[in-house]
């Protein structure tokens, strides 16, 4: 990802930046994830940036992912966490190796290991939510993380959440099917 093509869409995905907010996303060329990938056209294109040391994520939902009429879809709360903190987890890595860029060696990405999610209140479907999540531990190749899922000033939801280090370019032999 570190080749002339990507940083051609990084300087791309710079100009899609609102104000001075940075998104995590908007760093990431060629992510074709549905839940985070703005080359996903057809993806829900989340964007989460640093609010000091948690992550948060704004995103508004449509008809098409009602659960019940007016409330969200369960599966579609799951993968909106799943990507903020998938994206948290690999933001973070960058942040304490000095705050490097997303584009300097070595490259990491993350992939979920476990994702559980406590559903505490039905979540409207037509006003934004807002995700917050935190770093709680790293050991070795995981990433331990908590998200709360907001709507209006409610807590709808919550999450415990490990990511594991599936890629790492400085220790790369052999087919990695993360690296796709
Ligand atoms: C920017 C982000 C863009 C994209 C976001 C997309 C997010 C996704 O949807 S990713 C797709 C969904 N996830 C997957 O496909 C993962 C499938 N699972 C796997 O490939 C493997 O089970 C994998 C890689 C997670 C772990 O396997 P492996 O590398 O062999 O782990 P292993 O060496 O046994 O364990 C390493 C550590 O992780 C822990 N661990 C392993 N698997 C899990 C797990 N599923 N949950 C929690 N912890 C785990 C181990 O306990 C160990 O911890 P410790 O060092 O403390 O003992």
Redesign the pocket.
């Known amino acids: 990802m570190g080749n002339h093509h990507s940083k051609k869409n990084i300087m791309i995905a710079t100009q899609e930046n609102e104000g001075n907010q940075i998104f ?2 908007h760093t ?1 060329p060629n ?1 074709v ?5 703005h080359e996903n056209h057809e993806g829900l294109k989340i964007k989460s940036h640093w609010e000091g040391d948690a992550s948060v994520c704004v995103w508004e939902s449509q008809e098409k992912y009602n659960g019940w009429k007016g409330i969200m879809n369960g599966g579609i709360i799951a993968t909106i966490i ?2 903020h903190t ?2 948290t ?3 973070h890595a960058y942040k304490v190796e000095g705050n490097r860029p997303w584009n300097s060696d070595p490259e990491y ?6 994702l559980t999610v406590k559903y505490l209140k039905p979540t409207p479907n037509d006003v934004p939510v807002k995700l917050v999540a935190r770093v709680t531990e790293v ?4 990433t331990v993380m908590t998200c709360e899922l907001w709507s209006n000033d409610q807590k709808t939801a919550e999450a415990d959440v ?3 280090r ?1 890629y790492d370019s400085s220790q790369q032999n052999g087919d990695n ?2 690296k796709g």
């Open positions: 995590f996303q990431m992510n994830c549905f839940g985070c990938g799943d990507c998938m994206a987890a690999t933001m990405r993350y992939a979920t290991g476990t050991k070795g190749r995981k490990v990511a594991i599936v099917p993360f």
